[in-house]
């Protein structure tokens, strides 16, 4: 039998630290190849090998996968939804040739598998904003949400047309303590937590009552991996997954840290990335991956919030 051997790419950002300390428990540490452009966060040095990558060069992308072995790819490296806006060719530039890359490589050298990640961001004003389905409306405003919609109907082609097992999930707006946010319309759920407890105050770009759906990291974390270890007859959506877990407005997080922090006060100014959250649901139905695969988060709002206050 074929020895799994892992390359995530974009491996120091919000998620990537988390996955692949998660993966090096899971495979052995020598198994999982960290690459990133920046160099290597402070968490993953000495638990296992790093390599500087710029994943847009296919070449050097191809020489490491060949010369690593490497049979499974988790592509992490993209420029999210507030960044994106900022400079849209560049956005739809990296996310789209990192993925295209990725899935030609995959194609040639016959990889296992692949995870891309994707996000709630592929809805628009148009889907339905609660308990958005799996199957609707998707008419994406942001560049980001714009290349992870192109992203998905690539996935689903190669997988389709080539074979490749290449599997994805719609994340939320992801709450973590480990590792700083890369630049997201979410990102003022993970703010909130380090200012409550070092000022007692917070000002959110986003107005009080805007809703998102959220989760938290651990959850997203043993998402990926259930999805990823699923065997590939369960995994019937090839361009990727509804996944949920809590949604909540800047207002009620407020409250549930004041539970905590009772003289945290809240004040209020929306900012270009409220136009961005005004185009995304408010939650989000996922009974196909809980069909499909078994999908069950853990955390809600009380219990992660807990979590949060303790850690950072
Ligand atoms: P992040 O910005 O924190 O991390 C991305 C990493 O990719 C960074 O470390 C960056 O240096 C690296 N990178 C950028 N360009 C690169 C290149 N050319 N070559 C190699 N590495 C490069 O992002 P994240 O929050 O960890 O997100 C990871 C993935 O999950 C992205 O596809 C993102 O769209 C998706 N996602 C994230 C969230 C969230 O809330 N964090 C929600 C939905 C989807």
Redesign the pocket.
């Known amino acids: 039998m074929k020895k799994d051997k892992i390359l995530v790419?974009?491996?120091?950002?919000?998620?990537?630290v988390e996955l692949t300390l998660a993966l090096r428990k899971m495979y052995g540490d020598t198994n999982v190849l960290a690459?990133?452009?920046?160099e290597e966060h402070d968490l993953l040095k000495g638990t296992g090998p790093y390599v500087s990558?710029?994943?847009?060069n296919k070449e050097m992308l191809h020489v490491l996968v060949i010369r690593h072995n490497i049979t499974q790819i988790y592509?992490?490296?993209?420029?999210?939804s507030a960044t994106g806006e900022k400079n849209p060719l560049l956005a739809w530039h990296?996310?789209m040739q990192?993925l295209l890359n990725v899935l030609d490589i995959a194609k040639e050298e016959n990889l296992d598998k692949i995870y891309?990640?994707?996000?709630?961001?592929v809805f628009g004003p148009n889907s339905p904003a609660q308990e958005t389905p799996q199957h609707t409306v998707i008419e994406p405003t942001t560049i980001?949400g714009i290349s992870?919609f192109a992203g998905e109907r690539w996935c689903e082609y190669y997988n389709h047309r080539f074979g490749v097992d290449v599997r994805s999930l719609?994340?939320?707006?992801?709450i973590s303590y480990k590792?700083?946010?890369?630049?997201?319309t979410?990102d003022y759920a993970i703010e909130i937590f380090h200012e409550a407890k070092e000022h007692g105050k917070y000002t959110s770009f986003l107005s009080e009552d805007t809703y998102l759906p959220m989760m938290y990291m651990p959850d997203a974390i043993r998402a990926t991996i259930e999805l990823m270890e699923a065997d590939a007859s369960k995994i019937a959506v090839r361009s990727a997954y509804n996944l949920g877990a809590m949604s909540f407005s800047p207002k009620e997080i407020g409250a549930e840290i004041k539970k905590h922090i009772p003289g945290f006060t809240m004040a209020y100014e929306p900012d270009y990335r409220q136009q961005i959250a005004d185009g995304w649901p408010n939650s989000i139905d996922d009974s196909q991956a809980r069909n499909d695969w078994g999908w069950k988060p853990e955390f809600d709002l009380a219990a992660m919030t807990v979590d949060m206050l303790k850690n950072i």
């Open positions: 790419i974009g491996a120091c950002g919000q998620i990537g690459s990133d452009l920046r990558l710029d994943v847009m592509l992490l490296a993209a420029i999210l990296i996310n990192s891309w990640p994707s996000s709630i961001a980001y992870k719609r994340y939320p707006g992801l590792s700083a946010p890369g630049g997201g979410t």
